[in-house]
Nanobody
Framework: QVQLVESGGGLAQPGGSLRLSCAAS????????MRWYRQAPGKEREWVAV????????NYADSVKGRFTISRDNAKNTVYLQMNSLKPEDTAVYYC?????????WGQGTQVTVSS
């Protein structure tokens, strides 16, 4: 079955960095676009970043553009989210997302808290 397992979240200070990972299994990772989303307390889940199947095309939400970088390693079936210059408003549970067979799959999420 499809599994997406996020890791790398934690507590960071404003201006700090974290790197999230999402290990995927159960589907052909290298032919699927991968996405990161986040959900802050009391808010709807929002899209953060997307990466093409071979990693040559990426796109970001305006709120993270220039600070976050999405990447992937198809040999490891893993997608990453490098988060720099973190802000308190980046505090959220971060989820990776895949849509093999046009069905949405989500990981369990990893908590990111940005606070001094």
């Amino acid at each position: 079955q499809v599994q997406l397992v996020e890791s790398g979240g934690g507590l960071a200070q404003p201006g700090g960095s974290l790197r999230l990972s999402c290990a995927a299994s159960g589907f052909l990772f290298n032919i699927n676009v991968m996405r990161w989303y986040r959900q802050a307390p009391g808010k709807e889940r929002e899209w953060v970043a997307v990466i093409s199947t071979v990693g040559d095309t990426t796109n970001y939400a305006d709120s993270v553009k220039g600070r976050f970088t999405i990447s992937r390693d198809n040999a490891k079936n893993t997608v990453y989210l490098q988060m720099n210059s973190l802000k308190p408003e980046d505090t959220a549970v971060y989820y990776c997302n895949a849509r093999p067979w046009s069905i949405d799959y989500w990981g369990q999420g990893t908590q990111v808290t940005v606070s001094s």
